[in-house]
């Protein structure tokens, strides 16, 4: 299917399938086979997320005293809307299509994805719109009206930079669309034939609802982004209340991306700790059915939610009601969630290795940022936060504690398929330690100065929040040193690492069926599925096994 | 298990394979088309979404000097528009009896029509006596039908390179012509984009 793979047979009867080399110039160039398209996205988004995040550490660096004194007025914004964009865009959304890309056929007994070429076109978008963020910084005015972009801010601080922003958005969210349109399609109609949508792992189901929210809210985030563009470039007045445009409609237009794609960034990593905790746990998973259809009420109803981002937009009374009942019912499926995975674990044996730990760090990170989340869904409460840092530490948790830490876990539970090498558990725990200290440390204060006051967004702030603010900057630098661990870990196991067998887990799921790394067609024959994705612990022999240990060696001897 | 293996039969591959008949390789691309299909109609309601919405906030709509829209042109545009997306099925049928001539012929006749739909647009945009920036509604037409008319245009591009691939001899039968159902999916679908926009640009 692949057409890298496309290459002349010279013998028409091979008493066994050769099967070509991987080549390490596969990965620098226009692939078209899954495995390495997601490494691609893998490394590409992990860039991203150094530079993104050597941004983050800049501004809390800024913050670490009141005074504008480190970026400074003119760099603050401009590095701030850079932050948020590249870590959304670049960082948490590739990343979940790296897993995707590389899990999925695999974990369906799938040769490759549905289209190749376009899954390659796909990725081939992301390193562009990358570089055209990157680059935006250099202009005269840099973008800086937030990664929200809202007009008529976004109009008036130049035009060349705020260009090259939505360029590079849209960019990305074509990217994305497209990436969508092929999970959606190698989900329903790529699996083995005996794997029902019952039999799949519960990653498959999460970025099924992942593809579906992406189709249903990308694009209409790439509609609102056009108007803005004929607003900057063309002098029409969508946006622009003083032609008699509205810039209302934009916050309405860009939220119904805006807020489904906060599920999908944190719904794969939902998919990934559903499959990592039962292997870890040794016991099976606790509510399949109830952990799959929750994730498609939630991308259900992320879909009727995103005015509760506006409570202060002047959005009347009944229809704040409204949002505001829909935001918390979404508190449902996700406590389904959060109870099915503790039920999960709960009485399990657990290897707390370096995955488990950031599995179990995502349930109660994540966990605090759902509830602060169905604190500022509640209308007078939100009236009261809006626009603090109680939203800053709120959305953190959602995405740091929630995203980054699942993402860790992923990638510490699945290196060993990707790389064929074990990585290091020590490091891996120091990784971990440090992270949720520093990750701790630097956000949960901001709730604090959020509910005394503090707005978010700026560069200067009274000296009354100083101490707290010292105590986040801190953590944020804890938070830097940790990737080092990781960083270190991950390249030197790449070359020196210990070899991982097929399946150094244990584990059921189809993935674990082929070699370490998989061979380019990823199965070197039809894999069976001959147990459930999460029948850990369960006796497949369900009689008492009378036999004495004698009667038992006596039988092994005879087959020998 | 072996209740849920064969619910999936339904939807699984062996569905699609039986229908197409492509032997060991079930062919996704019409059901991935209508998937790509289903995000582009969003964008479009994304727009509209906001047309209406800021049609109903509006005070006065459409905004005080705006002139008069003229009917004419567009509705016989909208006929046109329309009745090529019949005429383009009747070459899908022709493609289904192995008739490659016959297929060439409706689908010539669908980029026509298409064209002059395309050249109809042209001309109210030349004889319109209002601007892209003159007030809201005359942005929201320009960029409404604009997009739209970008739409066509690839339609139109799609099946003229079918017309082109048609000339080999063979590339079209009647059990493989991907790129016939796929065109006339793309052109059904800024057909009805169409009537959409024509109803609430124009009528509403």
């Known amino acids: ?196 949508l019952y039999d799949m792992p519960l990653f498959c189901w999460a970025m099924l609802a992942t593809s579906m929210l ?19 470039l063309a002098g029409t007045a969508f946006f622009n209340p003083t032609g008699g445009g509205d810039p209302i409609v934009y916050q309405h237009m860009f939220w119904f991306y805006s807020h489904p794609a906060v599920y999908i960034m944190i719904l794969p990593v939902f998919g990934l700790i559903s499959d990592i905790l039962p292997v870890h746990a040794r016991k ?9 259809y929750s994730s498609l009420a939630i991308a259900f109803l992320g879909n009727i939610v995103w005015a509760h981002h506006m409570f202060t937009s002047g959005t009347p009374g009944w229809l704040r009601m409204f949002f505001m009942a829909a935001t918390m019912v979404i508190a449902v499926p996700t406590g389904i969630k959060i109870f099915s995975w503790v039920a999960t674990i709960w009485g399990g044996k657990l290897r707390l290795n370096s995955a488990m730990l950031f599995a179990i760090g995502f349930v109660s990170m994540f966990l605090v940022g759902g509830l602060s989340g169905v604190m500022v869904a509640s209308v007078p409460f939100d009236i009261h936060v809006h626009d603090t840092y109680f939203i800053v530490a709120h959305f953190h948790y959602v995405l740091f504690g929630g995203s980054v830490f699942g993402i860790y876990a992923g990638i510490y539970h699945w290196y060993p398929k990707m790389v064929g090498r074990m990585l290091d558990e020590t490091w891996g725990k120091v990784h971990f330690a440090l992270t949720f200290v520093g990750f701790n440390l630097c956000f949960f204060p901001m709730h604090i100065l959020g509910l005394q006051g503090m707005p978010r967004r700026v560069v200067q702030y009274d000296p009354a929040f100083a101490d707290i603010n010292r105590i986040c900057t801190i953590g944020s630098i804890i938070l830097a040193v940790s990737t080092l661990p990781f960083l270190f870990n991950a390249v ?69 | 298990m072996q209740t849920t293996a064969e619910t999936t039969q339904e939807h699984g591959a062996i569905a699609v394979e039986q229908a197409h008949g492509h032997g060991d390789h079930p062919d996704h691309r019409l059901f991935g088309m209508g998937v790509f299909l289903f995000a582009e109609a969003m964008i479009f309601l994304g727009l509209f979404a906001a047309y209406l919405t800021f049609r109903s906030v509006a005070e006065v709509w459409p905004p005080a000097g705006t002139p008069e ?11 046109i528009l329309i009745s090529s997306s019949f005429v383009m099925n009747r070459g899908n049928q022709a493609i289904k009896q192995d008739d490659v001539k016959g297929m060439q012929f409706w689908f010539g006749l669908t980029a026509a029509l298409g064209a002059i739909f395309l050249a109809g647009q042209g001309y109210e945009y030349y004889t319109n006596t209002f601007g892209l920036t003159d007030n809201l509604f005359t942005s929201t037409f320009y960029v409404l039908t604009g997009f739209h008319g970008l739409h066509v245009m690839f339609g139109l591009s799609l099946i003229l390179l079918v017309l082109l691939r048609s000339r080999t001899p063979g590339h079209y039968s009647s059990t493989s012509h991907f790129g016939i159902e796929a065109s006339e999916l793309y052109w059904h679908f800024v057909d009805v984009v169409w009537i959409v926009l024509f109803l609430i640009l124009y009528i509403l």
């Open chain 1, 1 to 196: 299917m692949s057409v890298s793979t496309l290459e002349p047979t010279q013998t028409p009867q091979p008493p066994q399938p050769k099967h070509p080399e991987r080549h390490w110039k596969d990965f620098f160039g226009f692939s078209t086979d899954h495995k390495v398209i997601a490494i691609q996205y893998f490394v590409v988004s992990f860039v991203f997320y150094l530079i993104a995040g050597a941004m983050a550490t800049s501004i809390r660096v800024e913050l670490a005293t009141p005074d504008a004194d480190f970026l400074g007025y003119e760099n603050y914004n401009g590095v701030l809307t850079l932050h948020g964009t590249m870590m959304i865009f670049l960082w948490i959304v590739p990343a979940g299509a790296a897993f995707a890309n590389y899990l999925i056929p695999l974990m369906i007994g799938a040769k490759d994805m549905a289209f190749p070429v376009l899954n390659g076109l796909a990725f081939w978008l992301v390193p562009p719109g990358g570089a055209l963020l990157l680059l935006s910084l250099l202009a005269e005015t840099p973008p800086s009206a937030g990664w929200t972009s809202y007009p008529p801010l976004s109009l008036m601080t130049g035009q060349v930079g705020q260009m090259m922003w939505i360029l590079a958005v849209l960019l990305l969210g074509t990217s994305s669309i497209l990436g969508g349109v092929n999970f959606v399609t190698t989900i329903l109609k790529m699996r083995i034939k005996e794997m029902g």
């Open chain 1, 214 to 232: 992406i189709l249903i809210s990308t694009p209409v985030l790439a509609g609102a982004l056009i108007l803005l563009s004929f607003d900057l």
């Open chain 1, 284 to 292: 099976p998973i606790f509510g399949y059915k109830a952990i799959a």
């Open chain 1, 492 to 560: 030197y196991c790449w070359f020196w690492g210990e070899k991982a067998l097929p399946n150094p887990w244990n584990a059921l799921t189809l993935e674990w069926q082929t070699s370490s790394p998989p061979i380019i067609e990823n199965f070197e024959e039809e894999p069976v599925l001959w147990s459930g994705p999460y029948d850990y612990g369960i006796d497949s022999e369900p009689e008492e096994d009378t036999r004495s240990v004698a009667d038992l060696l006596a039988e092994v001897k005879a087959e020998m």
């Open chain 2, 69 to 79: 829209r003229e009917l004419l042109l567009p509705g016989i545009n909208t006929i």
